[in-house]
T-cell receptor, first 112, second 114 residues
Framework: DGGITQSPKYLFRKEGQNVTLSCEQNLNHDAMYWYRQDPGQGLRLIYYSQIVNDFQKGDIAEGYSVSREKKESFPLTVTSAQKNPTAFYLC???????????FGEGSRLTVL | KQEVTQIPAALSVPEGENLVLNCSFTDSAIYNLQWFRQDPGKGLTSLLLIQSSQREQTSGRLNASLDKSSGRSTLYIAASQPGDSATYLCAVSGRNFGNEKLTFGTGTRLTIIP
C-alpha cells in the first residue's frame, strides 16, 4: 500500500539531546513537509522540500534541521537548541502545488 | 497573508442529523482547498480536495463546496454517525511572495451523540 511512514511513534528525550524523526513515502511525491502540532493550536510548518537536495524553512524552523538526499525520505532532527520540543510532529507529502496532501500517523516527542 | 478560520471550534449534534462545517479564508488567490479529519493522537486523513476551478466535490456522505469569490468552503455531512466524531480541518494552497504556501485552519471538533 502506498503511504507515508513515520517512526518512531513515541520518543522520549533528555534535555540536551538531539533526536531524529524518520519520514518515508512511497507515493513518488516531489514535495514533503514537516509540521508541529501543539494542543489547542493549529499546524505550524517547520520545513518543506519540493525537490531532492533542496529545502526551505517554514514558520518555526529554529532548533530544527532536515535533509533531503532521497526523494522518498525527509528526516527531521530536533536539536538541543529547540527550547520547547515536546509536541506531536507530522510529516506530509504531495505532488506539486495542486496535489492532494497526505499525512503520516505522526510522532510524539516528549522531553523529560 | 492568508488566514483560515473555522467556526465553531466545537460542535455536538445528535446521531442521524445532517450538519455543515464552515471554513473561510481571506485571500481568494488559491490553488485548491482540502478537508481533513483527525482522530485523537493520529495523523490527518484527507477527505476531499477541491481545485480552484471546481465548485464542489462529493465522497459518500460528504460534500464539500468552494466559493472562491466569497472566501468560503463548507463541508456537508449527511446522516451523521458516531464514527464521524473527530476534528475536521481545512487547508488552502496558494502562493506567498513566490513561494508555495499551505495554510490550515485550527479545526472544528465534532461530536456525534448516539
Amino acid at each position: 500500500d502506498g503511504g507515508i511512514t513515520q517512526s518512531p511513534k513515541y520518543l522520549f528525550r533528555k534535555e540536551g539531546q538531539n533526536v531524529t524523526l524518520s519520514c518515508e513515502q512511497n507515493l513518488n511525491h516531489d514535495a514533503m513537509y514537516w509540521y508541529r502540532q501543539d494542543p489547542g493550536q493549529g499546524l505550524r510548518l517547520i520545513y518543506y522540500s519540493q525537490i531532492v537536495n533542496d529545502f526551505q524553512k517554514g514558520d518555526i524552523a529554529e532548533g530544527y534541521s532536515v535533509s533531503r538526499e532521497k526523494k522518498e525520505s525527509f528526516p527531521l532532527t530536533v536539536t538541543s537548541a529547540q527550547k520547547n520540543p515536546t509536541a506531536f510532529y507530522l510529516c506530509a507529502s504531495r505532488q506539486g502545488y495542486t496535489g492532494e496532501l497526505f499525512f503520516g500517523e505522526g510522532s510524539r516527542l516528549t522531553v523529560l | 497573508k492568508q488566514e483560515v478560520t473555522q467556526i465553531p471550534a466545537a460542535l455536538s449534534v445528535p446521531e442521524g442529523e445532517n450538519l455543515v462545517l464552515n471554513c473561510s479564508f481571506t485571500d481568494s488567490a488559491i490553488y485548491n482547498l482540502q478537508w481533513f479529519r483527525q482522530d485523537p493522537g493520529k495523523g490527518l486523513t484527507s477527505l476531499l480536495l477541491i481545485q480552484s476551478s471546481q465548485r464542489e466535490q462529493t465522497s459518500g456522505r460528504l460534500n464539500a463546496s468552494l466559493d472562491k469569490s466569497s472566501g468560503r468552503s463548507t463541508l456537508y455531512i449527511a446522516a451523521s454517525q458516531p464514527g464521524d466524531s473527530a476534528t475536521y480541518l481545512c487547508a488552502v494552497s496558494g502562493r506567498n511572495f513566490g513561494n508555495e504556501k499551505l495554510t490550515f485552519g485550527t479545526g472544528t471538533r465534532l461530536t456525534i451523540i448516539p
